[in-house]
């Protein structure tokens, strides 16, 4: 069984290293590399794998993931705002989409005599949901997430995953058990309402409790416990897994750990969604494609052409420029996952007998495969590529990703630093890894997040590769240099600010290129001093120009006197340089710097 599993392993593997290379040299994309190894090792192609289904469905937790992750860019705020995208355009799509698919499901019951009008309305609504996975990973790759096609495409997926369980409710009552649906309808409202309740209360204080232990992997076993722990929940309630996971990652959107949250689950995201997607490709019926291929060729076009016709409109209505529109309808013109669930289990309770439901499936593969083919015909149309940016601007509901200040450290220096720059409207994101200094924070209105500055993930999260400035106000000099090493390593653009501890510290980061920097005990000290100046008799003006002479002959000590430090040194060559560099001071001074500036005057 063992063996069985590392060999199933190495095949998906070896088949994806070989096809999604080749395919994104040949312009057309990973996806359809993934579809295409599927293909390939199935048992359609060459028989390697032959348990599609049981593939198919381990591999779903990729969406169930995917759909983690996007519950963890939303909260309840930004969800109202969104509210008319979503209820509006995703809204208008579902409904319109599968009304139109229905009917002619229903019109073509002469060629299905087992087709009946409840399996239309089945057909109609699983036909009606795009691929989550494939739009988002295009979107991702063809880097649109800010723009309006983004958005726009965004906010039909979020409501066409929410879409899926009214039709999974629905599905008792077109098989004939009204009652059944009644009460199925009652209990996963009830199920989704004690979720929400408990995940409020219970969520942050068990990430709350792994932090507190000290060991950093706790965190990521934590992640993906609560992932699976709600995934089969909502399996053993009748729930989608993907919802349930997406809920969560509401729930979680505005905590203190939601982008570590992220660089947790994010590599286990991407290598189950590449499993999915092989998976799909796996389950392409190429025995049925031979048998019908005319109809079922005639059917991909046919559906691909309403979908992305019925996008292109409502778009157009809802205001949607239209090169975003375009795009938009393209990527959403495919079939989605969620109609192999809802076909699967229609099948179940005794809707889409005989070959129905495998020809909808082979359908719904094939439509999937489509999308990187006609976005390449897409990109030639224009003459921009899609990575132009829409010349109008995002609404003013798009998710902020694009933080002007990263603060990490928010101590009793960062505050002061993160105060003035919230006074005065500038959007900060602010990175601590004390739980206890987040919560206290947090009670005053303070959006701190929890996190390792120093891990190169957490701050590409953060909106490291856009943001202006990262100013670094951690007390641990060390940790200071390296977030410097690796923002200038990878974030070359970012314009670098640090707490400077003692004279020595100043003098590592001038010696790494950080012109920016504060010594904390300079300033209160040089500002202690001008008031004692005052207090002994010193007109206030004297005592100011005083202090701002001391202030431009110390800086200029500090890069005169500049040594050059080694990576590593410890506390007593710290010491003992600092000695050094306080006695070769008073000696320049003692030699004429007082006499020359008139006792700072």
Known sequence: MNNDFLLVM???LGAAIIAVPLAQRLGLGSVLGYLIAGIGIGPWGLGLISDVDAMLHFSEFGVVLLLFLIGLE???????????????LGGSQVVITSIIIAAIAFGCSRLFPALGWRDAI??????????TAIALRVIDEQQLSGSETGQSGFAVLLFQDIAVIPMLALLPLLAGNAGGSWLDGVWMLSSIIIFLVAGHFLLRPLFRYVVMSGVRELFNVAALLLVVGIALIMQMIGLSMALGAFLAGVLLAESEYRHELEIAIEPFKGLLLGLFFISVGMAVNLGLLLQYPLQI???????????AGILYVLAHLFGVEMKARSQMAAILSQGGEFAFVLFTAANAGGLLQGELTPLLLVVVSLSMMTTPLILQIQKRWYVHSFKTEDKQPPPANVIDRQPRVIITGFGRFGQVVGRLLFANKIRVTVLERDPSQIQFLRKFGYKVYYGDATQLDLLRSAGADNAEALIICTDDPSEVIEVVTLCQQHFPRLKLMARARSRVEAHQLLSYGVECFSRETFEGALDLGRQALISLGMHPYKANRAQAHFRKIDSQALRDLLPQHSEDINLASRQKEARKELEDIFDREMRGEQQRYQGWD
């Open 74 to 88: 939303l909260n309840p705020k930004k969800l109202w705002q969104m509210r008319k995208p979503i209820l509006g």
């Open 10 to 12: 190495v095949i998906f």
């Open 297 to 307: 060729l005639a059917t991909v076009i046919v559906l691909v052409m309403i979908k």
């Open 122 to 131: 089945v057909i109609g609504m699983g036909l009606a949901l795009s691929s």
